[in-house]
Structures are given as C-alpha cells and as structure tokens.
C-alpha cells in the first residue's frame, strides 16, 4: 500500500481528470438512486442562499427526484437551512445542523470580531443568553431579534445585534419557509429547539476533512479551507496522510484524496446538467478551473447576483433563466439558455433534452399540453 501511495504522489491530474472525479463525487457525472436525505448528507449540505436552489440541486443529481421528497424532510425536521461554511446558509441534515454548526463556530467568532465597533458595552455572553430565551419562546424574525437586543443595548448597532445573535447561537430557519411549493418569512429559533437535541461539542476536524474529500476531492488544504472557511488545517492533513493519497495539478499544488474514491478516466462522458445558482460544485474549491474554465471566471455571476449555469461535457458552458414566456397562445413554459461559447447543433441537442427534462421534474405542470420551450439566446449578463 505504501508504494501504491507514492506512486500515486507523483502522478499529475489535468483539469478534465480532475473535472471528471468532481462530478463522480458531486453526483453529476451520473444520476444516482440515492434518497434526498442521504444526497445531503454526502454532499456535506446543499448551498442554501435561496429557497429553490436545494431542489434544483438534488434534481441535477438523483435519479428519479421529486421537489416533495426534499419538501417533506424540511416539514418533518430530518433537514434544516442555517448558516454554516463561509458564513452562508446551508440546508443540512438534522444531525450535521448539531455538529457541522459547531465545527464551524471559531469562523463565526472572527466574523463577529469585524463588528465589534458596533457591539461596544455589550456583553456577549448575556446576549447569547437573552437572544436564546427570545428566539426560543417562539421563531421569530431578524428584525424582530434586532429590535429586541436593541431594546438591552440602545446605544449599540442593531445590525451588529443582528449579526451577533446569528454568529453567537446556531439559528435555523423554520418552515414553512424552504418548503417547495410554500412561502414564508425568515424566521429563526435553535437548532436545539427545533430538533430536540442538544448541539454537541465541536468535533476534531478529522471526519469533516475525510468527508469533503469524498464529496470533493481530489483537493488541496486550500479548497478544503474555502470550502468550510476555516483556517490552519495543513496540521489536519498531515495529520490524515498515511490514510490517503496524493497527486499534483498542472501548477504542481498537491492535491489528497481517499484512496478508494472515484476517479473516473478524463475521457469519460459527462452529459449536461442544469444547476441552480450558487451550487457546491461551483463553490467546492479555492481554484475553481476543474469545473469553470478560465475564460469563464466570473460570468456566472455579479457581483452577489448568480445564475443558474449549464455544464457541457462537465465543464461551466452556459446560463440560463426561466423564460419570459412561451410564443402566445403556446401553453409551453420556456427556459432560456445563454451560451459563453459556441456549443455545436449535437451539444444544443443534449441540453435541449436535459432541460426538458429539469422541467418535467420541477414544473411537471406547467408545461401545459405543448411541452417546454428551450430558447438559446446570445449571453447577457443580467446583473447589468
């Protein structure tokens, strides 16, 4: 095994081997039988920012998905949406929400340090505590929290009251909002008190690490660490070495994996899948190109504003919309799709069908009796 392991130490992975051994471990390369519940959990979490993109994320990747399977694990508790890796919400199961959550609280407390002007005088511990006790009464909402910590520190920021009850209890989001089909405000609460269990203690990092490679490797400490948006964990993986393998990109950064992982040959075919915004293929790493190509970097999104992207042959190839309506008098629902390049009349075949197929999952009624419109249009950037 040790000889395997330096080989493999030598050995040089091109951005289209290390494409094709993301999208294996993301779920992408092909459709899985997996259970929505399970998904998430390999996945380490779904990114969360919006309501919708979990559902689109899971449809990308599960044979056979419907949006109330994921639905009804929100209604049921077994998932949850809180803010965990990089500070942004997730949508994780029951049981990450109590470890994930606290694995990540020393990113939280660096986060909460870059507002301390605005939390001069206030005592962090009784905030914790007053914020728990209110939240905890019933959800409630973040102008609801600001008001009340106002109300013990007047002279504070609210938005750094804000900030700081989010940084400082591990708050979810309670349904109905997330919930596919549903609306509702942000309402928060405990993690605690809405499942019923108590948060445990911050875990060794071990686990998580061995975790996010097999959701995302092979990757570097420094994917690794955007990823989580924790920091010092080279120690981690030295740590680790012994039980994985190593292998260099083209600009000779090292790169770990699990021994027994997927790694699937550069040439295999990878179909195209339509994802949400902000989905964790997209997020995974610190360098970026074994998914979006450099000449890429950067439009498939503004500023804080992303799209929803198309992969062709498993690399970023597009964005796209729902459209603004079908020709009149149709009955079809369209969907737009905007090229960053050229894509030749067999790929445009490819991605017509896979987002006919998106639909059928998503809006199975509103494609009415004449089906989907799948619009190609020249590439804009809609933030503009």
């Known amino acids: 095994m040790a000889a395997k392991r330096n080989s493999a130490a030598s050995a040089v992975l091109s951005p289209r081997a290390l494409n094709r051994a993301t999208l294996a471990r993301q779920l992408l390369l092909r459709r899985t039988a997996m259970s929505a519940k399970d998904a998430v959990e390999h996945l380490a979490g779904l990114q969360a920012q919006n309501t919708k993109p979990p559902y689109y994320q899971l449809c990308a990747r599960l044979e056979g998905f419907d949006p109330a399977e994921l639905a009804g694990l929100m209604e049921s508790r077994e998932v949850v949406r809180m803010v965990t890796m990089r500070s942004t919400i997730h949508t994780h199961t029951a049981a990450d929400a109590l470890t994930l959550r606290p694995l990540v609280q020393a990113a939280r407390d660096r986060e909460l340090n870059t507002f301390r002007k605005g939390l001069v005088g206030v005592d962090r511990d009784r905030l914790r505590s007053v914020a728990r006790e209110f939240v905890e009464e019933r959800p409630r909402t973040p102008k609801e929290i600001r008001e009340a910590l106002l109300a013990e520190w007047p002279d504070a920021d609210p938005q750094s009251l804000g900030v700081a009850a989010r940084c400082l209890l591990p708050l979810v989001q309670v349904t109905p909002r997330g ?3 549903r609306s509702g405000q942000v309402a928060l609460t405990t993690a605690e008190h809405w499942l019923g269990a108590p948060s445990q203690p911050a875990p060794a990092p071990d686990a998580t690490v061995l975790r996010y490679l097999g959701a ?5 400490v420094r994917d690794m660490q955007a990823w989580a948006g924790l920091t010092r964990l080279r120690e981690v993986f030295e740590r680790l ?3 994985l393998v190593t292998f260099r990109d083209e600009n000779g950064v090292e790169l770990f994996d699990l021994p027994d992982a997927p790694r699937p040959d550069e040439d295999t075919p990878a179909p195209p899948r339509f994802l949400p915004e902000f989905d ?9 190109t074994r998914v979006i190509p450099p000449q890429y970097h950067g439009r498939n999104g503004n500023g804080n504003q992303a799209y929803g992207t198309v992969l062709v042959d498993g690399f970023l190839a597009a964005v796209w919309r729902p459209g603004d309506g079908a020709a009149p008098g149709s009955g079809a629902a369209a969907l737009t799709v905007q090229p960053l390049g ?16 998106m639909l059928s999952t998503m809006t199975p009624t509103a494609g009415g009796t004449d089906g989907y419109d799948i619009r190609f249009a020249t590439f804009i950037d809609f933030g503009q």
């Open 216 to 220: 995302f490797g092979p990757a570097s």
């Open 342 to 357: 050229g894509l030749g009349r067999a790929e445009r075949d490819a991605v017509t069908e896979e987002a006919v197929r």
């Open 179 to 181: 919930v596919w089909g």
């Open 241 to 243: 070495r012994p039980q």
């Open 280 to 288: 964790n293929v997209l997020l995974g790493h610190a360098d970026r």
